[in-house]
């Protein structure tokens, strides 16, 4: 999908009024007992008096405010004159920059398939001897975020040059606890207590989900984050990485099977508002509104974190709509699986600070201090989760620990005419009636026609 999830994070989270320390320092150090103030005067040790660090990312107002937040705290305990630049335009301007050896010390990667092009072209620096069993061991779902920021140098040699920070999360299902409360009904933990509720909203004589593809010429993502998310249920991480790079095909029986997962769901005329007709044609801005309708159109609303910014005026997440995990399947051993995206950080001009900026981000106040704001989540196990400025990112983030697995949106890294054209095509096709082997065989030529 291609909408900044980092807005819709921000739009859930109201900004606390806080008194600024030192006159930079957004909490007086030693303060606040939210935050792991140990891990800041740790780094004192680390002396960088005199030396500029530069650092390019995508983020622009608020972010660029909140991510400045977090480095002042960098550059107050170490000495270190951290200039943070930030460009909408940041995947054309870095490629400019890096080719002309231009580039900042530490760049910040919105998708992880730009920092492996980069490192395979020499452009990145791979990071200190020791992270990526750091990362193993002290993120949710460590292994995942090592296979992500590991790429080919330009020896084709396989090393860690991505160290992610600030993760958005997607599999979502988003309810009314007032409805489910007048109806008695529970949060399902497996996705085949998943489909019993939907059986059993329909049999109460309700309509279980509200979906909707439209999104302009961008119409059908919406579904193809389903097809990820059922990729993640039902097939091994190993497989949903083959799928993505196309090893594993488009036509492949494991992704029909996925495709029709979904199916199971968009395709049931009783399980969905409007009927199955109505799912290509219905704006997923206007989707989740049947949640709210009295009575109400529909129960649940898949869908990824940003999407309380189109719920109607007056609703308030927390108590009017909440949020629970897309369940895994007890009856396959996948563990639970988390979709997602995030950003993250390179060494594009290696230097002393560069190294030292990057270890910072393992610091537990590295992380707080955002948390404790707005837009931001976080695998790392070593955090308080009592630090996040509300109870919808903290019940995100408790999400993102508890995953097994995490993947990024697949169709973010397939090339743009599949995860951006035929995928988003095809699922409309396929939500509108056709068959899923015909759909899948569509897609995969499209995606042999580029080779």
Not at 159 to 187: C, H, M, R, T
């Amino acid at each position: 999908m291609k909408l900044p999830l980092y807005l819709g994070i921000a739009a859930l989270a109201l900004s606390a009024n806080m008194a600024q320390a030192d006159g930079h320092l957004k909490f007086a150090p030693g303060e606040d007992a939210r935050f792991h103030w140990d891990s800041y005067e740790a780094l004192k040790s680390t002396d960088l008096s005199g030396e500029t660090i530069t650092v390019f990312g995508p983020w622009l107002g608020p972010d660029k405010e909140l991510v400045e937040s977090v480095i002042a705290y960098f550059e107050e305990a170490t000495g270190a004159d951290v200039k943070y630049s930030g460009s909408d335009s940041f995947e054309t301007q870095i490629v400019i920059d890096t080719e002309a050896g231009a580039a900042p010390n530490v760049s910040i990667f919105p998708q992880p398939g730009l920092a492996a092009d980069l490192a395979a072209k020499g452009h990145l620096t791979p990071l200190a001897a020791g992270t990526a069993d750091w990362v193993r061991e002290n993120y949710a779902a460590g292994q995942s975020w090592v296979d992500l920021g590991t790429y080919a140098g330009k020896d084709g040699k396989d090393e860690l040059f991505g160290f992610f920070y600030k993760i958005d999360v997607k599999s979502l299902v988003w309810y009314s606890p007032e409805n489910f409360e007048d109806a008695g009904y529970e949060i399902p933990t497996t996705m085949e207590d998943l489909k019993a509720l939907s059986a059993q909203i329909v049999a109460d004589g309700g309509t279980p989900w509200c979906i909707g593809l439209g999104s302009g010429g961008a119409t059908g993502w919406v579904a193809t984050d389903w097809v990820e998310d059922f990729m993640l249920r039902t097939q091994t991480p190993a497989d949903y990485d083959a799928w993505v790079t196309n090893d594993l095909k488009f036509n492949d029986p494991k992704v029909i099977a996925a495709i029709e997962d979904y199916g199971s769901f968009a395709r049931n005329d009783a399980w969905v508002d409007g009927g199955a007709g109505a799912v290509a044609t219905t704006d997923f801005r206007d989707s989740p509104k049947g949640l709210f309708a009295s009575p109400p159109k529909c129960y649940m609303h898949r869908q990824a974190s940003f999407i309380p910014a189109f719920f109607p005026d007056g609703v308030e997440v927390g108590q009017d709509a909440n949020f629970f995990y897309f369940p895994a399947y007890a009856s396959k051993d996948l563990g639970k699986p988390v979709l997602g995206g995030g950003t993250l950080f390179a060494i594009t001009k290696d230097s002393k600070g560069a190294h030292a900026f990057v270890d910072f981000l393992k610091s537990p106040i590295a992380h707080e201090i955002w948390m404790a704001q707005k837009g931001f989540l976080t695998p790392h196990k070593g955090v308080n989760v009592d630090a996040y400025g509300d109870d919808t990112l903290k019940g995100m983030g408790e999400i993102l620990l508890g995953a097994t697995t995490f993947r990024f949106d697949g169709s973010d890294l397939m090339p743009g005419a599949i995860g951006a054209g035929a995928f988003w095509t095809g699922m409309v096709d396929y939500s509108g009636g056709k068959d899923a082997t015909e759909v899948g065989n569509a897609i995969q030529a499209t995606w042999d026609s580029l080779k």
